[in-house]
DNA sequence: CCATTATGTCAATGAAGCTGTCTTAATCAG
DNA sequence: CTGATTAAGACAGCTTCATTGACATAATGG
């Protein structure tokens, strides 16, 4: 009973042996809408769809899990480390724009934030054009904390990158953008960090 | 000034209001490694690094949370989803055999597991072979509800593959598989789905 | 027969999220 | 100036999903 049907009613295709299909359409276009409507596009098929939730899945747990040993260390969670990636990546963030980002209510992060303000990682200054805003930065021991944190997992995306080569690495960019919520994209990479969540920015 | 300093250079690079340097070595080859020492890399660079990081989260979480309508609908978490998409993907899976995919521990899973028995959306039957194990396979019921979370997520993902085009999947797939650990990526595809992890298969 | 394995179960705990309500201070519009 | 809105913080209580450790049962296999 070796059975191909690795899916219910789904026959097993052809191609189904090769690892994940890893022989694209190759109908060579870079471009978007390569291949016609007869020509490609098995890299649509339901096999293929089912692989890409495996990939999200497991490549996202090994990557989180790689700085976690740092993080037990010091009793801290993966939730901190979200938060201090997002501080640092937007010095000077306020708050609200900190909950924009994470998509998470205010109390989730009030905890974690509390804590890692009270543990010296985090700095919390008032707004100057807004008073009522607390503008968070990582603090010389939170950047430290950051980058230890985050060398777990540049070596890993390092590795990832070189390995797959240039090219693949824009497919990977292209496709993990085209994945988002076209409102996350925007946040994605403004020329301003900071100026774009705000809504006046004079 | 197109330092080589893959690491902590760290000063606003040039390009870097280009969104996501969107420009690649284009060194060119398809194959691993493209691209020489001198010739290129750029994408190994420290704000590249941590854009792979920002995809991630981005991108895994806005996946993950198109299911949830559904989900809360049915009083389900996102424990159930894993557990049903693995129990779909690989049917007549052993309890210890989902524990390895999921890497959680066996409290963890059995509450789930659990709910999903109970409720009829998972089928347990004695293993043939070792009467010890049980294997899980989707009811009809735990097989449509499985499908309806897949559509909502395949829909996003058939639109980032099809925008992407071809060699951009490709390219995903294998930074995807880069990411992971080695020993994940043994369980990601193998021609016997089960087989794998069952260390007898007379 | 006995050690190991596969599974299940009990109890307690922790991490990280949620809702809802309320306060304070600052801004902004009319 | 006043009143509505906004930014932030805080309190209480709850849910989901994971953890550890100990233990029980049944089946396997040397």
Known sequence: ????????????????????????????????????????????????????????FFAYRDLTASADAILDELDLGRAH???????????????????????????????????????????????PRDRRQRLLSLTDQGRALERRLFERQRERMVAAYRDAGGVAVEGFRRVMRGVMDEETRLLLEPRDPVATLRRAAP
């Open 1 to 56: 009973m070796d059975h191909k049907s690795i899916l219910h009613g789904l026959q097993g295709e052809p191609g189904a042996s090769n690892p994940a299909g890893l022989q694209p359409p190759a109908s060579g276009q870079s471009g978007p809408q390569a291949g016609g409507a007869g020509s490609g596009l098995l890299f649509l098929r339901e096999e293929q769809m089912r692989l890409a939730q495996d990939l999200f």
């Open 81 to 127: 480390h979200r938060a201090l990636h997002f501080i640092g990546r937007r010095s000077g963030i306020a708050v609200s724009e900190l909950l924009a980002l994470l998509r998470i209510t205010k109390q989730s992060l009030a905890r974690v934030l509390g804590e890692l303000i009270e543990r010296g990682y985090v700095l919390q200054v008032q707004g």
